[in-house]
């Protein structure tokens, strides 16, 4: 494994397996300034510690899945946001219903594979059937930061509902604001420094 290279490799959650890494897990739709905290936490602690930093996110996201929201930013934009923040690995988690069923062990399982020293994730994550695991399961299987929040000017959360409710009242330019500035040329330079293997045989 080279921790040298230029580019940002994308895998299915069934190719990754790692000796070590340091992971930061969401659905990150839209990948606001809130998200970007949380994955640049773990990407600064992967280097320092001299192992693959690996964002871990889901596609479509769980609550587009299901029907109670519509999708902040594609994925190709989402791949292209994530890779400018550093990131060594990017695992795409194909997300439907039957995915959704899969047991929370079984989610810890994968997680495992890729032996994490810490894992970087919101207060609220939940994952696994019914969304039966949460951060305490988690924890006790790894390492947890925890990400703090990242208010926006009123004071508030930064979150993707909130960018969501700004967009529906026609409040552009403060939903932009809380996702962050991502122009044309951000999104062709992150995709030119994004590989995505998920298609191709991989062994890691």
């Given at each position: 494994m080279d921790l040298d290279t230029t580019k940002t490799q994308v895998l299915?959650?069934?190719?990754i397996s790692l000796s070590r890494s340091i992971?930061?897990?969401g659905a990150f739709d839209g990948v606001h300034r809130g998200h970007q905290a949380l994955i640049s936490a773990a990407?600064?602690?992967?280097r320092t510690a001299k192992v693959p930093s690996v964002v871990w996110t889901f596609?479509?996201?769980?609550?587009?899945?299901?029907?109670r929201v519509p999708q902040l930013c594609t994925l190709e934009e989402k791949l292209a946001r994530i890779t400018r923040l550093g990131a060594d690995y990017i695992?795409?988690?194909s997300f439907n219903r039957h995915y959704?069923?899969?047991?929370?062990?079984s989610f810890l399982d994968d997680l495992g594979r890729c032996n994490?020293?810490?894992i970087h994730v919101g207060q609220d994550f939940r994952f696994g059937r019914k969304q039966s695991g949460d951060v305490g399961d988690l924890a006790s299987c790894f390492n947890v930061n925890i990400a703090t929040p990242v208010n926006c000017d009123a004071g508030e959360p930064v979150s993707s509902t909130r960018i969501r409710a700004l967009r529906?009242?026609?409040?552009?330019t403060e939903a932009d604001s809380l996702q962050g500035a991502f122009d044309k040329v951000s999104q062709f330079t992150g995709r030119l420094l994004t590989e995505d293997l998920r298609f191709k045989e991989t062994t890691q």
């Open positions: 299915s959650d069934t190719q992971i930061a897990i990407v600064n602690e992967a596609d479509p996201p769980p609550k587009v899945v299901f029907g695992v795409v988690a959704a069923a899969k047991s929370a062990k994490p020293s810490s529906a009242a026609g409040r552009q």
